[in-house]
């Protein structure tokens, strides 16, 4: 037991300080961030394969044909966002060209269902690369710190929910997809967002590069609804799909999906939250 816990918490520090070095070091240097992020969505994509469980014999090719194009995507999206003299279409091209390759590759594959192969495919991309590409655009349109930020809350909205709903738990959230997730444990999450957000606000403002403090209330709030429901989502893959964790790449916490399932509907929400929120 006592072991378990240590290689649990031991796996989560060091998963934590890898996504902080990354974004603290974009300051200076993008290559940690892109390297990280580059992997992750790679490999997300191969615990998706894992998930779904296609034949053995014709799975590896295009496996790695859909983690080429996650990496592909997310460097596109950074260079779109950071290279001054990038036009706009330039980023489609990567993007293009792993659609094309993908679509003519599936002529080949004569065995296979073609519409579950695709649908996989797109799954991957959809759900794990794009979101993970957006990482860049909410870095380009507010602050590399402000992407701290958004980590910080995921994390806080976590323990958050995680305690209340441990001590005051009562009220079932979703028992459908998540017997354990409970509205007391929803509200204690966002409740503790809400609160961090101010804590840091009055005492590490600078540290995080922190608007004013109702944009950052607010955004707050945005991660921990966003972040409650992208747990959901994945819990609900994981289910379909008949599997526990999503993977075993990080010891006592499962797969890498499992560790940014929250992310994934995070970024998104929080993009479309800075888009309209600098817009006015």
């Not at 759900?127 to 590399?144: E, H, M, T, W």
């Not at 995680?162 to 079932?172: D, E, N």
């Amino acid at each position: 037991m006592l072991k378990n816990i240590f290689v649990r918490s031991l796996s989560g520090a060091v998963y934590v300080a890898l996504i902080v070095a990354a974004i603290v070091l974009l300051d200076n240097s993008p290559l940690a961030f892109l390297i990280l992020f580059s992997l992750a969505a790679a490999w997300g994509v191969k615990e998706i394969y894992g998930m779904v469980r296609p034949q053995a014999d014709e799975s590896w090719l295009l496996m790695a044909l859909d983690m080429a194009g996650a990496v592909g995507l997310f460097v596109s999206m950074y260079l779109l966002m950071n290279v001054d003299s990038a036009r706009v279409v330039d980023w489609l091209l990567w993007p293009s060209v792993y659609m094309v390759l993908r679509l003519a590759v599936q002529l080949y594959r004569p065995r296979q269902n073609a519409i579950e192969s695709l649908q996989r495919s797109m799954l991957a991309i959809g759900y794990v690369a794009f979101p993970l590409s957006l990482l860049n655009a909410i870095v380009a349109i507010s602050a590399p710190r402000i992407l701290l930020g958004v980590f910080v809350f995921i994390w806080i909205n976590d323990t958050g929910a995680f305690l209340s709903g441990v001590t005051m738990g009562r009220h079932k959230f979703w028992e459908r997809i998540s017997p354990k997730k409970t509205w007391e444990g929803f509200v204690g999450g966002v409740l503790a967002c809400v609160f961090s957000a101010w804590a840091i606000d009055r005492w590490a403002g600078d540290v995080f590069q922190v608007p004013q403090l109702g944009l950052w209330i607010g955004l707050s709030v945005v991660v921990a609804i966003a972040a409650t429901y992208g747990d959901l989502v994945e819990s609900l893959l994981k289910r379909t799909a008949g599997v526990k964790d999503s993977g075993t790449l990080i010891p006592g916490h499962g797969g890498l999906l499992d560790r940014i399932d929250s992310l994934l509907l995070v970024a998104p929400a929080v993009l479309v939250y800075l888009i309209l929120m600098t817009s006015n």
